[in-house]
């Protein structure tokens, strides 16, 4: 019976699939109809090698209908495309056997359905003997920094490794240096393909997904050594948003005015975004990550009443894009823990709540280094003070925070909601919101450390009112400004989290003037605007 139902959804899934592909076909064919004759001065190299194998996630739908929609407005669009052009890719690679070649079928067959009626430059792989050579017994440490004609491609390459293996830091043994081999075999060859386009083709603008992933990472480097202008897309705060940004997408850096302050409209529209939060109603990127949220329970508020004040420690998936920005103050968020770990130590009057992010336990993205591997290896358990929180565990932080002296994160999103909550909230990585003075956030570890024990030894820890007021500012900004809403094309495909399908529109509905997300895109990137909906 088992078999039987399985097959069912298999055929139902197979169905649903088609349908999506024959609504992208249409809107593709509708739209070539509809566009006029190019204009060459209007050229934009679009490139995302790294959104999906099969389907629309929402990265490659952000690409596509910015694509249609720069064309209807006469824009020359060129699409570079992969054509089995890499000997592994960071969506195609089975970590656990990395020599499995790449599905390109599949992928190739996707790529025929979204750039269909469309200007498409194939890139290919070619083998390049001397690189291929000087690879060949190359150490893990030197991979982190080889270059090879000048191209940074160990460092191009490193974010995508620490993400395909699910770690930061990477296993010296001969699967992760032959991937991290076949990476720069790739990279290599993106460059040199990336870089003739460049250069035939003299676009006004590149976009790429992301900017951290090898293959846009890559082009992302050659188009800035040709000084050509590069903008990079990510998801945005509010569900089937993009971000877009002249800078790096994954940092989500922002301008944000001194004058700008919010009304009271705006506090009332932010303070709404907020209950629903509050509760754990809300995604990123397709995502819920709190199928349920309860409250503390009986046992956990009891033990919390037997120490003289709590602390709650909110830490990250380690091997996500964002983290490379955030190492500023300590190495990395393990070298953080660590020396939290002694401070909890000397701390026993003290309880300190230590919670893993909810996506550390994702299926198909589980975290291979993870804070409760941590926890486990530095017996953090044992201690009497402390309590481990693990990524599927649902109970409300929010009620943690309002009973906390204060708030520790590396640089969690939750640092920001604990501001606004009145917390006051010690930060020891870069995060999207300390632009801003939104935390207590020391420019040193030295500092940083001195500033934990006076807080951990102060009878009362104050918030500033400041910082809970450029929070507010800051989430506003991030929501409702820089997050470009595409829910008006796109819906939930009921097949993948995070895959989207289209919704039923016209092309002339892609048109800026009907749009203000797909404005402020066309604003950026044909006319040097900010990216950013109307105030």
């Known amino acids: 019976m088992n078999l039987i139902k399985r097959s069912r959804k298999h055929l139902a899934t197979r169905s649903l699939r088609r349908q999506i592909n024959q609504d992208i076909l249409k809107m593709a064919n509708l739209v070539a109809k509809a566009a006029p004759k190019p204009d060459d001065q209007l050229t934009i190299l679009s490139f995302n090698a790294?959104?999906?194998?099969?389907?629309?996630?929402?990265?490659?739908?952000?690409?596509?209908?910015?694509?249609?929609?720069?064309?209807?407005?006469?824009?020359?669009?060129?699409?570079?495309?992969?054509?089995?052009?890499?000997?592994?890719?960071?969506?195609?690679?089975?970590?656990?056997?990395?020599?499995?070649?790449?599905?390109?079928?599949?992928?190739?067959?996707?790529?025929?359905?979204?750039y269909a009626h469309s200007n498409v430059k194939k890139f290919t792989f070619s083998p390049n003997a001397e690189l291929a050579e000087l690879l060949k017994d190359t150490e893990l440490a030197n991979l982190y920094h080889f270059r090879y004609e000048d191209i940074p491609l160990g460092q191009l390459c490193l974010p995508s490794m620490r993400w395909v293996l699910r770690r930061h830091h990477l296993e010296d043994d001969e699967p992760t240096r032959v991937l991290y081999r076949y990476f720069i075999l790739s990279a290599y060859k993106v460059a040199m393909q990336f870089d003739w386009q460049v250069i035939t083709e003299s676009p006004q603008a590149v976009t790429v997904f992301n900017g951290m992933f090898f293959p846009e990472a890559t082009a992302r480097w050659v188009a800035h050594q040709r000084d050509v202008p590069v903008f990079s897309h990510e998801v945005g705060l509010r569900p089937f948003s993009a971000f877009f940004t002249a800078g790096e997408a994954t940092a989500y850096q922002v301008e944000i005015p001194e004058s700008f302050q919010l009304t009271p409209v705006q506090d009332t529209q932010l303070d709404e975004y907020l209950s629903q939060r509050f509760r754990g109603d809300f995604s990123m990127a397709g995502i819920q990550f709190w199928p349920e949220m309860t409250g503390l329970d009986a046992p956990l508020v009891e033990k919390i009443e037997a120490f003289r004040q709590i602390v709650p420690i909110f830490t990250n998936v380690i091997f996500d894009t964002s983290q490379p920005h955030a190492n500023v103050i300590f190495q990395d968020m393990f070298a953080w823990l660590d020396e939290v770990l002694k401070v909890i130590k000397v701390h026993p009057e003290t309880l300190f709540?230590?919670?893993?992010?909810?996506?550390?336990?994702?299926?198909?993205?589980?975290?291979?280094?993870?804070?409760?591997?941590?926890?486990?290896?530095?017996?953090?358990?044992?201690?009497?003070?402390?309590?481990?929180?693990?990524?599927?565990?649902?109970?409300?932080?929010?009620?943690?925070?309002?009973?906390?002296?204060?708030?520790?994160?590396?640089?969690?999103?939750?640092?920001?909601?604990?501001?606004?909550?009145?917390?006051p909230v010690l930060c020891a990585g870069k995060a999207r919101f300390t632009q801003l003075e939104t935390v207590f956030f020391p420019k040193?570890?030295?500092?940083?450390?001195?500033?934990?024990?006076?807080?951990?030894?102060?009878?009362?820890?104050?918030?500033?009112?400041?910082?809970?007021?450029?929070?507010?500012?800051?989430?506003?900004?991030?929501?409702?400004?820089?997050?470009?809403?595409?829910?008006?094309?796109?819906?939930?495909d009921g097949i993948l989290p995070g895959f989207v399908r289209l919704k039923d529109f016209a092309p002339e509905d892609l048109l800026p003037e009907r749009s203000p997300a797909l404005k402020a895109i066309s604003d950026g990137l044909l006319h040097g605007g900010e990216f950013l909906l109307p105030n």
Not at 74 to 81: K, Q, S, T, W
Not at 390 to 400: A, K, L, Q, T, V
Not at 478 to 492: G, I, K, V
């Open 50 to 114: 790294s959104t999906r194998i099969t389907g629309l996630s929402l990265n490659a739908a952000f690409a596509l209908l910015t694509g249609w929609s720069l064309r209807l407005q006469g824009a020359r669009v060129i699409n570079f495309v992969c054509h089995q052009g890499m000997t592994r890719c960071v969506m195609g690679t089975n970590r656990s056997d990395v020599y499995q070649l790449p599905p390109c079928r599949q992928c190739l067959m996707q790529s025929k359905v979204i």
């Open 353 to 423: 709540v230590i919670r893993a992010h909810p996506d550390e336990s994702r299926p198909g993205k589980a975290s291979q280094e993870s804070v409760a591997a941590w926890v486990q290896n530095q017996e953090v358990e044992s201690l009497p003070n402390v309590i481990f929180v693990g990524p599927d565990e649902y109970f409300s932080s929010y009620e943690m925070i309002q009973k906390a002296k204060f708030v520790m994160i590396y640089n969690s999103t939750i640092g920001m909601e604990a501001v606004i909550l009145g917390a």
């Open 444 to 492: 040193s570890q030295a500092e940083y450390l001195a500033r934990l024990e006076e807080f951990l030894g102060a009878d009362k820890v104050h918030a500033l009112e400041q910082h809970r007021v450029n929070a507010r500012r800051f989430l506003y900004f991030q929501l409702f400004r820089t997050s470009l809403s595409f829910d008006r094309y796109l819906e939930a």
